[in-house]
């Protein structure tokens, strides 16, 4: 016989500052592409060298047509409807990422840069104040951190074919989190967004007087800025993975673990707890 019972699994500072996590880095990611679109440029080293960016997006005319077109490490795509030219045929903007996507939605450089700090200040000190707590609870040792046992190459293989073919850890064994869970969210706790924040500060003037040794590190302010793109795009890329892994695995379950701190498993036999 199985029991569904109810587990606690995520404490109520993790619970909020996931929320909040989810409100700022969405708003820096909308505000940061209205940043991008007063340059849709990137380029390595200390100045834009406009003539060889590695990534670019604007618009051109074909046929009579504008189209908007990417280009990436100098191979170039049409992308018309989305990135470079978007809006109804015949009444499109000539903008690299559509209005939809961008904070505000109209072109304002400026407000844009104000929305990207302050939900940039406002991600910093909840980060803070989630690493602070994970480390002074526990959190990160007992629940993130992975186990030896977890690091064999054979286990971590084994994780990987079996979400691969959507099988989930059922019963005692969903209690905590996996190994590719655990290692993909220290990479993004400890290396990914700490990584965009230094960048982010590389890239003001400002902070540059105060430690002019980090546009050293990242080789130059457009090295930096190119940097701080690709883990953007890597946090989207993070995201995406983890909302389908949340459908596939059980939105309820999921969601409620995330809202309440309680997640159902199926154990075998009578148990004492709270049942679902």
Same mark, same amino acid.
């Given at each position: 016989?199985?029991?569904?019972?109810?587990?606690?699994?995520?404490?109520?500072?993790?619970?909020?500052?996931?929320?909040?996590?989810?409100?700022?880095?969405?708003?820096?990611?909308?505000?940061?592409?209205?940043?991008?679109?007063?340059?849709?440029?990137?380029?390595?080293?200390?100045?834009?060298?406009?003539?060889?960016?590695?990534?670019?997006?604007?618009?051109?005319?074909?046929?009579?047509?504008?189209?908007?077109?990417?280009?990436?490490?100098?191979?170039?795509?049409?992308?018309?409807?989305?990135?470079?030219?978007?809006?109804?045929?015949?009444?499109?903007?000539?903008?690299?990422?559509?209005?939809?996507?961008?904070?505000?939605?109209?072109?304002?450089?400026?407000?844009?840069?104000?929305?990207?700090?302050?939900?940039?200040?406002?991600? @910093?000190?909840?980060? *803070?104040? #989630? %690493? +602070?707590?994970? =480390?002074?609870?526990?959190?990160?040792?007992?629940?993130?951190?992975? !186990?030896?046992?977890?690091?064999?190459?054979?286990?971590?293989?084994?994780?990987?074919?079996?979400?691969?073919?959507?099988?989930?850890?059922?019963?005692?064994?969903?209690?905590?989190?996996? @190994?590719?869970?655990? *290692?993909? #969210? %220290? +990479?993004?706790? =400890?290396?990914?967004?700490?990584?965009?924040?230094?960048?982010?500060? !590389?890239?003001?003037?400002?902070?540059?007087?105060?430690?002019?040794?980090?546009?050293?590190?990242?080789?130059?302010?457009?090295?930096?800025?190119?940097?701080?793109?690709?883990?953007?795009?890597?946090?989207?890329?993070?995201?995406?993975?983890?909302?389908?892994?949340?459908?596939?695995?059980?939105?309820?379950?999921?969601?409620?673990?995330?809202?309440?701190?309680?997640?159902?498993?199926?154990?075998?036999?009578?148990?004492?707890?709270?049942?679902?």
């Amino acid at each position: 016989m199985k029991t569904r019972l109810l587990v606690r699994r995520h404490s109520g500072v993790t619970r909020l500052t996931h929320w909040i996590n989810v409100l700022a880095l969405s708003l820096l990611l909308m505000s940061g592409l209205q940043i991008f679109n007063a340059h849709p440029a990137l380029y390595w080293g200390a100045k834009s060298t406009f003539d060889r960016p590695w990534l670019a997006i604007g618009a051109a005319e074909r046929g009579g047509r504008p189209v908007g077109l990417t280009q990436v490490a100098g191979k170039v795509f049409e992308t018309t409807g989305v990135l470079g030219w978007s809006g109804k045929p015949g009444a499109g903007v000539r903008q690299a990422f559509p209005a939809w996507a961008t904070v505000p939605s109209w072109r304002d450089l400026a407000s844009g840069r104000r929305w990207h700090f302050f939900f940039a200040w406002l991600f @910093v000190i909840n980060g *803070l104040v #989630y %690493l +602070a707590w994970s =480390l002074i609870g526990g959190h990160i040792r007992r629940d993130l951190w992975p !186990t030896r046992a977890q690091l064999r190459p054979r286990h971590i293989l084994h994780e990987i074919v079996t979400h691969a073919q959507l099988k989930f850890p059922k019963g005692e064994a969903a209690r905590s989190y996996n @190994v590719l869970q655990k *290692l993909s #969210y %220290l +990479a993004v706790a =400890l290396m990914l967004l700490p990584l965009m924040v230094v960048t982010g500060l !590389t890239m003001s003037p400002g902070f540059n007087a105060a430690a002019p040794w980090l546009l050293d590190l990242f080789g130059g302010r457009q090295s930096a800025r190119s940097i701080h793109f690709i883990c953007a795009a890597l946090i989207v890329l993070f995201v995406i993975v983890h909302l389908v892994m949340v459908v596939v695995s059980g939105v309820w379950n999921n969601i409620r673990s995330m809202i309440t701190g309680r997640y159902a498993i199926d154990v075998e036999g009578e148990v004492e707890g709270e049942s679902a």
